[in-house]
């Protein structure tokens, strides 16, 4: 079923941004003692001196308000369709609390008509998850951006960049 499959995805999920999340506070720990003090830009424009420990963790706020967006429709599509059978429900005796408990739903869904005729919880859980691959997105356009002769921020292991075929000098995040 759907909603299973889309419960376990999103809790996947959950736990890749709590694993993410624990990572910007530990880089975050490394830079507060000494502080490091970066350039803060707008409009690609250096603005004022910011700390990277701040800048740490004003990704780690982004990306719990995305998790919290996952929470809130993981707890939505958590309700059981089972025994709602075509359209209206189904003759045949069911236990659908019980039927809800063992598949780890909170419960089963109040509407046979709406368990069968909604998709509006793929719909939601499509949405918080683009909003955190666009907070992903701008995390790795920041790192990539500050990583240039232009920003001189920092460097990225040879590992992790390419270099042009045809400039030997120009290393690419």
């Not at 920003?151 to 042009?164: E, I, K, N, W």
């Amino acid at each position: 079923d759907l909603r299973l499959w889309l419960r376990a995805e999103l809790t996947a999920a959950l736990a890749e941004q709590k694993a993410l999340r624990q990572s910007l506070v530990r880089e975050a720990q490394k830079y507060l003692e000494p502080p490091l003090i970066l350039p803060g830009y707008t409009h690609l424009q250096r603005a004022m001196p910011v700390l990277l420990s701040h800048w740490f963790l004003a990704y780690y706020e982004m990306i719990s308000r995305d998790a919290g967006r996952v929470q809130d429709a993981l707890a939505r599509l958590n309700e059981s369709p089972l025994g709602a059978a075509a359209l209206a429900g189904t003759g045949f005796p069911t236990a659908r609390q019980a039927t809800a408990k063992s598949l780890g739903f909170a419960r089963p869904m109040r509407s046979s008509m709406a368990a069968v005729g909604s998709r509006d919880f793929v719909l939601e859980a499509l949405s918080a998850l683009t909003s955190g691959q666009i907070t992903l997105s701008r995390l790795a356009e920041e790192i990539i951006l500050y990583t240039t002769l232009e920003f001189c921020c920092a460097t990225l292991p040879d590992a992790f960049s390419t270099g042009s075929s045809i400039m030997p000098q120009k290393k690419n995040a």
